[in-house]
């Protein structure tokens, strides 16, 4: 089995600047130090578990450390994001002259508001795609048929969970964790068509349980999230529970933090 491989950039201008998502609160400032330690922390987890991870140096945007939002890799092409926000849209130039350093880059219209793998994720020939707060609907289906793949789209209602990675999460092709509540009910339908689902309790969700990073069985999840992680042990899965306060303050955790290059596993 191939090792997978992350990017994740580094933490160095991360903060709380602007709000853009209803976790976000400059009155509740990330202790800096402390994030650079959860950050580092997951860094150095996911490659005591085999994976490979490459580590872009952040430009001046406080929100780049969520580099899941930076766009999405299919098939040697970097599909870049078109933020729906100013504050994130600057990242941009920046995502595609690095990525097109490693792969073609493809883009929609300017106005087709798309964020990478924040709102989607590929499962064989599927790419599952949510939109209604970050990605337009619009936008979901022109990149999935821009990609090749058979567009599954799945609208999100609740804006704490503004982006698909924080209420649905593929453990592999067969088995998938959701927060019901936070998916309308064709989205849910959707989702339990195609995998054997999961739900995770209200809290959890709100803890982040569904923003993991999962390969050959091994799921790093957020701390706090003791139900699922038994879940994940009666599957089979291994639950690796990271610390990462810091970054949630924002709006993100393990899965916001990486960029995945290799198909799931
Ligand atoms: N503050 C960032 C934003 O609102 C957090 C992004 C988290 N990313 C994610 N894929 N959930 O854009």
Redesign the pocket.
């Known amino acids: 089995m191939k090792n997978p491989a992350f990017f994740m950039c580094g933490p160095d201008y991360f903060d709380i600047k602007y709000s ?2 209803p976790w ?1 609160n400059s009155g509740n400032p990330p202790d800096k130090h402390l994030a650079y330690q959860q950050w580092d922390n997951l860094y150095c987890q996911l490659r005591s578990l085999g994976a490979t991870v490459e580590i872009i140096p952040p430009c001046n945007y406080p ?1 780049m450390v ?1 580099i ?2 930076s766009g999405i890799i299919h098939q040697n092409i970097f599909y870049t994001s078109n933020f729906r926000f100013k504050e ?1 849209r600057k990242e941009s130039p920046f995502w595609k002259s690095f990525f097109g350093k490693y792969y073609k880059v493809a883009c929609l219209p300017d106005k087709d508001f798309y964020e990478g793998s ?1 709102d989607s994720c590929i499962v064989g020939d599927k790419l599952f795609c949510g939109y209604g707060f970050r990605t337009a609907e619009k936008s979901a289906y022109k990149i999935s048929k821009m990609m090749g793949l058979k567009p599954c789209l799945l609208e999100l209602l609740d804006k704490n969970f503004y ?1 698909l ?2 209420c649905f999460a593929p453990l592999d092709a067969h088995h998938a964790l959701f927060y019901p509540p936070a998916l309308s009910l064709a989205a849910r339908k959707t989702i339990e068509d195609h995998f054997n689902c999961y739900a995770v309790p209200d809290t959890e969700a709100l803890n982040f349980a569904c ?1 993991i990073v999962s390969f050959h069985r091994k799921v790093l999840i957020p701390e706090n999230c003791p139900l699922t992680m038994d879940l994940l042990n009666q599957l089979g899965f291994e639950p690796y529970a990271i610390e990462l306060s810091e970054f949630i303050k ?3 955790a393990s ?2 933090l990486t960029l995945r290059t290799t198909p799931l596993s």
């Open positions: 853009i998502n976000m929100d969520y899941a939002d994130r924040g982006h990675d924080t923003n924002a709006g993100g899965k916001c």
